[in-house]
């Protein structure tokens, strides 16, 4: 039997849930490269971290602030800590008001593992979209499903050209939910059998 994997995201239907902002500094200045916690490369910050509640509600095991960066509670960073340890970075974060521990988590690998047949739907950027950069890569992608043949030793990592997706396998997803983790939202990326 293969190992399936999951996309994990921020659920963002649970009501009463709380919205986080932007990441700051230690002085309270958003910081200008946030996105740096979620390209799937190591990040170099050694400094502080802050994230202010936009909107009150409940606090969440996993959340996203900003960019899509993803916020953890030192449960969940303890599961990816002891399944994952080579994949993920962990950075201390302050958020207003909670006096539980929580951790920006940074996955560091990027796998070209998507396997466009498999998926429902794949565009890719072109000249005619104005951005020549990014030509060639995705644009989106539907209903992904990846090849795991091409991941190697990684296992939380973000698709190459596709970082807006975190994925874990399958062994994340069920610690995670046996800790009764709030917030997460998983989706099937296995590949199709």
């Not at 994997?5 to 239907?13: G, Q």
């Not at 521990?101 to 498999?118: M, S």
């Not at 992904?144 to 190459?160: C, E, Y």
């Amino acid at each position: 039997m293969s190992l399936r994997y999951f996309e994990l995201a921020d659920d963002v239907y649970l009501e009463g849930r709380w919205e986080l902002g932007h990441p700051q500094d230690a002085q309270g200045r958003d910081l200008e490269d946030s996105w740096q916690f979620r390209i799937g490369r190591p990040s170099s910050w050694e400094g502080s971290l802050r994230i202010p509640i936009d909107i009150p509600g409940s606090a969440l095991d996993y959340s996203h602030a900003a960019f899509s960066t993803p916020v953890v509670t030192s449960r969940v960073a303890s599961i990816f800590e002891r399944l994952a340890p080579n994949d993920v970075q962990l950075f201390p974060v302050d958020i207003e008001g909670q006096s539980d521990d929580f951790f920006i988590l940074n996955a560091i690998r990027r796998v070209n593992c998507i396997d466009e047949e498999a998926s429902e739907e794949v565009q890719y950027w072109t000249p005619k979209n104005g951005l020549a950069e990014k030509v060639g890569t995705y644009l989106s992608v539907w209903g992904m499903h990846i090849d795991a043949t091409r991941l190697g030793s990684a296992r939380v990592f973000r698709p190459l050209h596709w970082e807006v997706v975190l994925v874990i396998p399958e062994d994340i997803k069920l610690a995670l939910e046996a800790i009764g983790a709030t917030g997460v939202w998983f989706q099937d990326v296995s590949p199709v059998r």
